[in-house]
C-alpha cells in the first residue's frame, strides 16, 4: 500500500528512522502523520515490535501497526558495504537522523553524529537512549518497566493501593517518545532559522523522571527541603474512583468554587473552617476522599453525573479502551480514521491535534517488512542488482 500524501506541518521533511520499538517509533510516527516522509530502516529480521502482540499476519502485530503507520519500510544490513552505502546516500538528503541504538552500536556501524555530520551538515541528530551518555548508567539496557522502578513510579503506587505496581500503560516509552519528538522539533526550529544542525540526545530515564518530578519534587526541591517529594494529593490512599450505589464515578471536587456548590447541592454540615480553602483540604485530602466516598456511595452513578454537570464539577464515568472505540465526543470529532491496507481495513486512532490551515492525518498503513526498499533505493539512484554501474550517477547495493 503506498503512502498518503499529506500537507501537514511537517510536509517537505523527510527523516531516516532507526529506532525501534516504541519509543523512537512513536516519535517517528507522529512526525509521519504531521505529513514527514519517514523511512523506517529495519535489519532483514525486521523490528521486534513486528512480533509481540496479535495481528492479521506474521510480522504485523497491532503496536507494530500503530506507532509505524505512515513510514516506508526499507530493510538494510547496515554490518555490509552495501547497507550502510544505501544509508549514507539517505543520510545526503535527509532533516533528521534518529535511532535507538546503544552509543557504541551505532558508532561501531560507522554513523555516529560526527559520521553522519560529515554527509549532512545540517542534519538534526536524535538519539534515543536509555540512560543519558554522561551518566554512570550510559550503557544500560532499558526497558519501560525498568525505568517506571528506576523512576519511582511503582513506589508511588504502592503509597496509594499498598502494593508496588507498574502503571498499566507503557508510559516510560511514550513520554520518552514524546519528549524526542518535541527535543527533535525544536532542533529543526533552530536549523530554520540558523542552517546551523546539531546532535540532540534524549534519555528515557531522564525523561520520565523529569516527568515524574512536576508534581513530586514538590518540598524536595527547596534547600532546605520543605518537605519530602511526593505530591500527597496523587498518593492519597482513598484517592480512587468513587463507588455509587450502582457502579462507580470519578469526580473531582477540588478547587473552592467546586466545593461550594457541592456542599451547597449535597452536604450543607461541610460549610465549616476546616474544609473552607483549597489549602486547608489539602492538609486532610484523604479524609476529605473519604467523606466525599461515603457519601457519593447513596446514589447511582447516572444521578451523581447529572448533579456534577449541573453544577459544573469534572466528572466521568468508568471506561475502558475499549470503549473509546465508541465515545461519542471522540467519533464526534472524527478522531479514528480508517485506511484501507492490504489485510483489510484498519481503525486507528487519529492525531488529537488540530490544525487551521496544515492539519496531520493518518499517513497510511505500516509497511510490511522492506516493503518500499526497491523504491526508495530507485529514488538514490541505487540498484539491489549485483551488476556494474549502468552510468556514472548509478551506485550499487549488493
Known sequence: MRIMSSAGPLAGVR?????????????????????????????????DTRYISVGPDPGMSGVFVNVNRGKRGVTLDLKSDSGQTALRALIEGADVFIHSMRAKAVARLGFS????????????????YGYGRRGPNRDLP????????????????????????????????????????????????????TGEGQEVEVGMFEAVASFMLVEHANGAMFEPPLGPAVYPRTVAPNRRP????????????????????FIDAVQPAWACERYATLEARAREIDTVYALLAETISQRSTEEWLKLFRELEIPASALSSPAALFDDPHLNAVAFFETVQTSDGPVRFPGVPTWFSRTPGRVAGPAPELGAHTAEVLCELGLTTVDAEPAGPAERVVR
Open 15 to 47: 527523516v531516516v528512522d532507526l529506532t525501534a520499538m516504541v519509543m523512537g517509533p512513536y516519535c517517528t510516527q507522529i512526525m509521519a502523520d504531521m505529513g514527514a516522509d519517514v523511512i523506517k530502516i529495519e535489519p532483514p529480521q525486521g523490528d
Open 113 to 128: 553524529y560526527a559520521e553522519v555530520a560529515a554527509i549532512n551538515p545540517a542534519i538534526v541528530y536524535t538519539n534515543c
Open 142 to 193: 532499558a526497558y519501560d518497566d525498568t525505568i517506571q522502578a528506576a523512576c519511582g513510579l511503582p513506589s508511588v503506587q504502592e503509597q496509594l493501593t499498598g502494593e508496588a505496581n507498574y502503571v498499566g500503560t507503557i508510559l516510560a516509552d511514550k513520554v520518552a517518545g514524546l519528549t524526542a519528538l518535541y527535543a527533535t522539533m525544536m532542533a529543526l526550529f533552530h536549523r530554520e532559522r
Open 242 to 261: 468513587y463507588r455509587t450505589s450502582d457502579g462507580h464515578i470519578a469526580a473531582l471536587i477540588y478547587n473552592d468554587r467546586h466545593w461550594a456548590a
